[in-house]
């Protein structure tokens, strides 16, 4: 019943650090995506996938990477932390198909701070 | 392309007043709808969902009809309760092709005893 985990919950990074955020699912999901949110505001896509093997980038890729080698895992990257990646980030997953669609299902939320 | 419009924010009620939180979406074909809610701190979890037209999505007291013709999916409901302050997101994810899921903006809800 774990649905989608992220790991960690909270980290501070200092400028130029980098780390990487991870994110599972048990669900069997083909999409996996990776937000952002910053304070007061709206969600943005940083990347997301159909599949494993493939990934694409959203409305704000720039500074981070990631990876899809299998259906469960979709970590990502921050290279050279910024102020500018404070922020919180949701991973979520959804099950795209033929005959029908899910809903997404978010993790919990890193809180990342850099200073 | 694919997009969502959400009422701007924020939205403060009194306690057991009418809701109403528009949204109106662009897709190709006929996207599933859907309505998350994000409670202060924690993550968005699904408040409703519908995935053809006409369909009523329900949940907690509130609801959300999907309309075709006027390419909507309002949130409503009769009377708000303080638990209810939160910031709501309409969102899609289109049926065809690889596209990913969509959101609008998000609508913080006050509510007031």
């Known amino acids: 019943n774990a649905g989608v985990t992220q790991t960690p919950k909270f980290r501070i990074l200092k400028i130029g650090q980098s780390m990487t955020l991870q994110c599972t699912q048990d669900?069997?999901?083909?999409?996996m995506y990776w937000y952002r949110q910053d304070p007061g505001m709206g969600l943005k896509l940083i990347y997301y996938?159909?599949?494993?093997?493939?990934?694409d980038k959203g409305e704000v890729p720039n500074g981070y990477n990631v990876s899809r080698s299998t259906t469960e895992d979709f970590p990502l990257r921050l290279e050279l932390a910024a102020p500018s990646q404070t922020s919180v980030y949701f991973c979520?997953?959804?099950?795209?198909?033929?005959?029908?669609?899910?809903?997404?299902?978010f993790g919990q939320g890193t809180r990342l701070t850099v200073v | 392309g694919n997009s969502v419009t959400q009422m701007e924010g924020p939205v403060t009620l009194s306690e057991e007043a009418f809701l109403t939180i528009n949204c109106t979406y662009t897709?190709?074909?006929?996207?599933?709808l859907f309505w998350y809610v994000q409670y202060p701190g924690e993550g968005l979890q699904l408040l409703l969902k519908?995935?053809?037209?006409?369909d009523k999505g329900s949940n907690k007291g509130f609801e959300a009809t999907y309309r075709k013709e006027t390419t909507s999916f309002h949130l409503e409901k009769g009377s708000v309760q303080v638990s209810d302050s939160a910031v709501y997101f309409c969102?899609?994810?289109?049926?065809?092709?690889?596209?990913?899921?969509?959101f609008g903006k998000g609508t913080r809800l006050s509510v007031i005893a």
């Open positions: 669900m069997n999901h083909n999409y």
């Open positions: 996938s159909v599949g494993a093997g493939i990934t």
């Open positions: 519908a995935t053809k037209a006409d």
């Open positions: 979520a997953s959804s099950y795209k198909g033929a005959l029908r669609n899910t809903e997404a299902f």
């Open positions: 969102a899609l994810i289109p049926n065809s092709g690889n596209t990913p899921l969509v």
């Open positions: 897709a190709t074909g006929y996207p599933s």
